[in-house]
């Protein structure tokens, strides 16, 4: 597999928002003293911008909050969110942008799945890493990780973002763009990015099963 790098994220906030689609995180999870490999393909994203977006966390000024947001591009954005749980955004924007991250909501998790149950002691593979909080539990991501390089090869081995390129990949998906969830301002704007993927008998794109349960 071959991981992101900076350049990657060098690019329009929602032009990134679009091309993670398909592409898989990786973590390297410790769980009782031992590493586990954990990853899924990201499914669900949405771009967060700077004055030109209300529902930014950048959007008023710079705080100790949102620092990370007009930081390096590729380190993570991590916060604590209604008292309860973490939300995972990596920063990117282009040169001509202050600010501006996507948001994770949900993947499809390929490996490390016993674990990811565990985790979110559920059985059930719907309910681990569909929505921002529940993929935050099922990886094991803290405000920890907040400000971590991803691209950076050197002090960082156990997370980051890579292309999917199996030559086996089980399923065709286009990329659906609708206004973003959750929030009471700047809703107009179709910053979201869903994976549709193809039906098999019918050849028809249907939303993936693995979406946040507000889509």
């Not at 990201?42 to 700077?50: F, H």
């Not at 959750?182 to 809703?187: K, L, N, P, V």
Request: proline content about 2%; hydrophobic content about 35%; charged content about 20%.
């Amino acid at each position: 597999m071959v991981r992101l790098k900076k350049s990657f994220f060098e690019n329009d906030t929602v032009k990134v928002a679009y091309s993670l689609i398909g592409k898989v995180l990786v973590k390297y999870t410790n769980f009782m003293g031992n590493y586990f490999k954990t990853t899924g393909i990201i499914t669900e994203t949405e771009a967060y911008g700077y004055t030109d977006d209300p529902a930014s966390h950048a959007y008023k000024k710079l705080t100790l909050r949102n620092a990370s947001m007009f930081g390096e591009v590729g380190r993570l954005y991590v916060y604590f969110v209604y008292g309860n749980h973490y939300c995972l955004n990596i920063v990117a924007r282009n040169h001509n942008q202050t600010a501006g991250a996507v948001l994770i909501r949900s993947m499809e998790p390929i490996e490390g799945i016993s674990l990811m149950k565990l985790l979110r002691k559920s059985e059930n593979i719907y309910n681990l890493t569909t929505g921002p909080g529940r993929l935050t539990q099922a990886f094991k991501i803290t405000i920890k990780h907040n400000n971590l390089d991803t691209t950076d090869i050197a002090v960082n081995n156990y997370f980051y973002f890579e292309e999917n390129e199996s030559s086996s990949q089980f399923h065709k998906f286009i990329v659906d763009q609708t206004t973003r969830i959750g929030i009471s301002t700047g809703i107009e704007k179709k910053w979201r990015f869903i994976m549709l993927n193809q039906d098999h008998h019918s050849l028809q794109y249907q939303p993936s099963k693995f979406l946040s349960k507000r889509s």
